[in-house]
């Protein structure tokens, strides 16, 4: 639950919920610029500033705050700030695990920051069991054609190709942009390829 309550908060605590969420909005906004834009240094200062405003707001754990947590793990992450990335993660999975009722549209955002963290790391069979259940639940909750599931794809072909396995990078990358079948078979099959990656 909420920590505060905007009934709770009359008149001027009132306006300094609805501020305190804009700010979060503002610099969650801010630091996502900054990761896409690939200045992830830069990007953890506003993303740091969106955690603190998203626990004086929601609580300490509340599933509210994984948004941020994610985004701060990310940007460590291409900062090389890898320990930092590992705090980061910990709480939002911490997070999701004792939210039973954790919607698979959070999940597959968690799924795909731990893929990724684990690409960092070099661990690509862990980082390709990641991203497999990032597709998974991303393709089940908004379709395997969907923007969400289709960055999956992209950051598995990613790790084939540094794997110099090109044909089923380039399979992969084809599906970023014509993917068809059903969501159910396509993920499993990946989690399947991925957990046997070892032996391959």
Known sequence: CPKYQAQNWPGEGG?????????????YSTAQEFVWDGKHEEARPAALHALRFSIE???SNSLQLVPAYL???EASTGAGHLPEASKYLSQAEWIVLRTPDCSAA???????SLGLFCAAKGNFEQALYHLANDV??????FGLQSIETSGGYFHMANIF??????DIANSLYAEVGNTKGHPLAVSLLFLCFSQGFSSL
């Open 15 to 27: 306006r300094k919920l609805q501020h305190h969420k804009y700010i979060i909005d503002v610099a």
């Open 57 to 59: 707001v929601y609580g």
């Open 71 to 73: 985004l701060l793990a």
């Open 106 to 112: 959070v999940q597959y955002k968690l799924h795909r």
């Open 136 to 141: 998974y639940l991303a393709s089940s909750t």
């Open 161 to 166: 190709f540094r794997q110099n396995k090109m």
